[in-house]
């Protein structure tokens, strides 16, 4: 089975650094998938990881460790526009199976 | 580019009444296609997927059921809708392949309203 688990709300404040934690449990693993969603839109592809280790992206990055089933999305400089909803997904042999999602909130 | 489309992007129905979705890609032949459902206060749930023409996996038990008429359409039905179908529908293509190729990218979805 697959199971996916992350915090449910996180707050920061504009300018901060945030990190979103995400651990898994899955039944094969082809790699780990970080996607934003804006309440009422899709969610858009942010980042993939399928080796261990950090791969940065302007201003996110993410990481992840296959032996211990952990990865994260950490955020810098954060802006208002990055409020929003985080899903950590795993892809196991062929479909992609979501967390429930982070949403953060950036206040000013 | 590739584009991916739904609609309609908002829809109230009564319980009881049948329901269509439709979903089609651009830009791209042979992707795999995928119907998703998220409800309030909960995840995406994969709900149907397709790697072909005709092919249909169930993820979930329930009474929704999904076809593949077109290699680039994909319809998501009802004959009878529950008011536990409300939630925001999701349709995603992906070019199966490996690394980055399992990404998946998403339609503007259908926000579905059962009274």
């Known amino acids: 089975g697959q199971n996916i688990d992350q915090p449910t709300e996180m707050t920061a404040t504009e300018g901060a650094i945030v990190q979103i934690n995400c651990t898994y449990q899955?039944?094969?693993?082809?790699?780990l998938f970080w996607y934003q969603q804006h309440a009422g839109e899709a969610p858009t592809f942010l980042s993939y990881?399928?080796?261990?280790g950090l791969e940065e992206k302007g201003r996110f990055s993410s990481f992840l460790s296959r032996s211990k089933g952990y990865s994260y999305l950490l955020l810098k400089e954060l802006q208002m526009k990055d409020s929003a909803s985080y899903l950590c997904?795993?892809?196991?042999?062929?479909?992609?199976?979501f967390g429930k999602g982070t949403m953060l909130l950036v206040s000013p | 580019s590739q584009t991916i489309h739904q609609w309609p992007a908002t829809l109230v129905q009564p319980v009881g009444s049948p329901l269509s979705l439709e979903c089609t890609v651009e830009?791209?032949?042979?992707?795999?296609l995928y119907w998703y459902r998220q409800a309030a206060g909960r995840g995406l749930q994969l709900l149907f997927y397709s790697v072909g023409i005709g092919q249909i996996s169930s993820e979930v038990p329930q009474n929704l059921s999904a076809s593949r008429p077109q290699d680039r359409q994909f319809i998501l039905s009802s004959k009878k809708l529950l008011l536990s179908d409300s939630g925001f529908y999701l349709c995603a293509w992906s070019q199966f392949g490996t690394g980055s190729s399992y990404e998946q990218y998403f339609g503007p979805g259908t926000r579905l309203t059962v009274t």
């Open positions: 899955t039944s094969g693993f082809n790699g």
């Open positions: 990881n399928v080796l261990d």
């Open positions: 830009g791209t032949s042979n992707p795999n």
């Open positions: 997904a795993v892809i196991g042999y062929s479909t992609l199976t």
